[in-house]
């Protein structure tokens, strides 16, 4: 399958908004009840057009995309890192706030990666095998469907790995985060029906991942014809 511009594009909207999320979930918001990160309403969009990836291009190019950010946010954290330690001028009082907002903990970074690259899979797999039990209807059922699940254990790993032992209410701020990330999905609903009908029309393409390996770390899986 040769790469169009409009699979750039979402690519590039995919992993902005999966590095956007991990820079603002620094900051913690109040929204009535409950306490949440700033990146609530951005992380969820990323499984939107993970969503997207897969409905139109199917599980195979949905992998290499993932695997991509997975890349593109160890690259991220990597520069940040060598930004930290690198000596600040005598004159540049930031060096915490910098520390503050870029800087990660191992702990915290650890779960953000498991979360990460189980729930995007998971996201994809149960999408991509809805698609095909439900031979392309109800569009609505898979991308609900798939982030009840991709985002469960996103969140349940993130929260469980990152705050476990600390004192937090982890089953509060999972189901919080959870509650959240799945009303965005659905109230997000109409404008993923425009994308994905836009796409499969522009691209003339609507793949079912029939004889697909679902495998998450083969890398090279050939198109079928």
């Not at 990597?78 to 907002?101: E, H, K, R, T």
Request: with cysteine; hydrophobic share 50%; net charge positive.
């Amino acid at each position: 399958m040769k790469i169009s511009y409009r699979l750039v594009i979402i690519t590039a909207i995919f992993i902005t908004c999966l590095l956007t999320a991990n820079i603002i979930a620094v900051k913690v918001i109040s929204l009535g009840p409950f306490i949440l990160p700033a990146a609530i309403f951005v992380f969820p969009i990323s499984y939107i057009f993970g969503d997207v990836l897969t409905e139109v291009y199917g599980y195979r190019t949905a992998r290499r995309v993932i695997w991509l950010g997975f890349i593109c946010n160890l690259l991220f954290v990597f520069f940040a890192w060598i930004g930290q330690i690198l000596p600040p001028a005598s004159f540049w009082g930031d060096q915490q706030s910098y520390v503050n907002i870029l800087g990660v903990a191992p702990r915290i970074l650890a779960a953000s990666f498991c979360g990460y690259l189980v729930g995007e899979f998971a996201n994809s797999f149960v999408l991509s095998k809805m698609k095909i039990l439900t031979k392309g209807r109800w569009l609505w059922s898979r991308t609900i469907g798939s982030t009840l699940i991709g985002q469960a254990l996103d969140t349940a790993l993130f929260i469980t790995i990152g705050y476990a032992g600390t004192g937090a209410t982890i089953w509060t701020m999972i189901w919080n985060h959870w509650v959240c990330k799945v009303a965005i999905e659905i109230i997000f609903t109409p404008l993923t029906y425009v994308i994905v009908n836009w796409l499969k029309k522009a691209e003339n393409i609507d793949v079912y991942d029939s004889q697909t390996k679902y495998n998450p770390f083969i890398f090279a899986e050939k198109e079928k014809a």
